[in-house]
T-cell receptor
Framework: DTGVSQDPRHKITKRGQNVTFRCDPISEHNRLYWYRQTLGQGPEFLTYFQNEAQLEKSRLLSDRFSAERPKGSFSTLEIQRTEQGDSAMYLC??????????????FGPGTRLTVL | GESVGLHLPTLSVQEGDNSIINCAYS??????FIWYKQESGKGPQFIID?????DKRQGQRVTVLLNKTVKHLSLQIAATQPGDSAVYFC??????????????FGEGTQLTVNP
C-alpha cells in the first residue's frame, strides 16, 4: 500500500453514461497524476496537477474527459458519454515536486472501468 | 513518437535463479528511469530508479544497468522468488523539460517464477 487511494476500485457502466473517479494522494504530495492502462500495456499519461493547477494534458484526454483538483488535495476524473474504448484501468499517482533528478511516482490501486 | 519498449513480453525462470529483464528506449534526452513491478489487480510498485549520470545502481536483490550508448536498460533480480512473479515495466522521464513530469512506460514483461 503506497498511501494513494482510489475510489471506486471497479466501475461497470453502460455506454453513454457519465462516470467519476476519485483519487486521494499521499497528503504531503503536491503533484498528482492520472494515467490510463489497457490490458497488457503500460500506463499512458493523461494529465497532472501541481497543487490545484492542471499543468499538462495529454492528447489522449479528449473533450469528454475532465479532471479537477479543487483544493490541491484529492482529485476527480470525470468521463462523459462513456464509450467502450474507455474501458481501462485508471491509475492515479502522486509525488512531491521532483528534486535532485528523482521523480518516483507513487501509484494507487487503480479504478477498473468497464463500459458495456 | 519516441517511446520505451521491452525486448521480451514473457520470461519464465526457476526459483532461485537470477532474472534479467531488458528495456530499450529511443529518446536520448531521457535522464531518469524507473523500474516498476505490477501484480495482477494492483497499481505499479516502485522497484528501483537510476539517473542518466549513472550506469549502475543496486538495491536489495535488484540491480539496474543503464547503457546510454545503445539506449538500453536492464533489471537484474537475484535469487528470484515466487513473489517476484509480476509484470515489470520500465519508464523514462525527461526532467529537464518544463513538462518533465510524465513517465513514459514500455509494454511490460511478464515474469513467471516456477517453484
Amino acid at each position: 500500500d503506497t498511501g494513494v487511494s482510489q475510489d471506486p476500485r471497479h466501475k461497470i457502466t453502460k455506454r453513454g453514461q457519465n462516470v467519476t473517479f476519485r483519487c486521494d494522494p499521499i497528503s504531503e504530495h503536491n503533484r498528482l497524476y492520472w494515467y490510463r492502462q489497457t490490458l497488457g500495456q503500460g500506463p499512458e499519461f493523461l494529465t497532472y496537477f501541481q497543487n490545484e493547477a492542471q499543468l499538462e494534458k495529454s492528447r489522449l484526454l479528449s473533450d469528454r474527459f475532465s479532471a479537477e483538483r479543487p483544493k490541491g488535495s484529492f482529485s476527480t476524473l470525470e468521463i462523459q458519454r462513456t464509450e467502450q474504448g474507455d474501458s481501462a484501468m485508471y491509475l492515479c499517482a502522486s509525488n512531491p515536486t521532483p528534486i535532485d533528478l528523482v521523480n518516483e511516482q507513487f501509484f494507487g490501486p487503480g479504478t477498473r472501468l468497464t463500459v458495456l | 513518437g519516441e517511446s520505451v519498449g521491452l525486448h521480451l513480453p514473457t520470461l519464465s525462470v526457476q526459483e532461485g535463479d537470477n532474472s534479467i529483464i531488458n528495456c530499450a528506449y529511443s529518446n536520448s534526452a531521457s535522464d531518469y528511469f524507473i523500474w516498476y513491478k505490477q501484480e495482477s489487480g494492483k497499481g505499479p510498485q516502485f522497484i528501483i530508479d537510476i539517473r542518466s549520470n549513472m550506469d549502475k545502481r543496486q538495491g536489495q536483490r535488484v540491480t539496474v544497468l543503464l547503457n546510454k550508448t545503445v539506449k538500453h536498460l536492464s533489471l537484474q533480480i537475484a535469487a528470484t522468488q515466487p513473489g517476484d512473479s509480476a509484470v515489470y515495466f520500465c519508464a523514462e522521464n525527461i526532467l529537464k523539460e518544463t513538462s518533465g513530469s510524465r513517465l513514459t512506460f514500455g509494454e511490460g514483461t511478464q515474469l513467471t517464477v516456477n517453484p
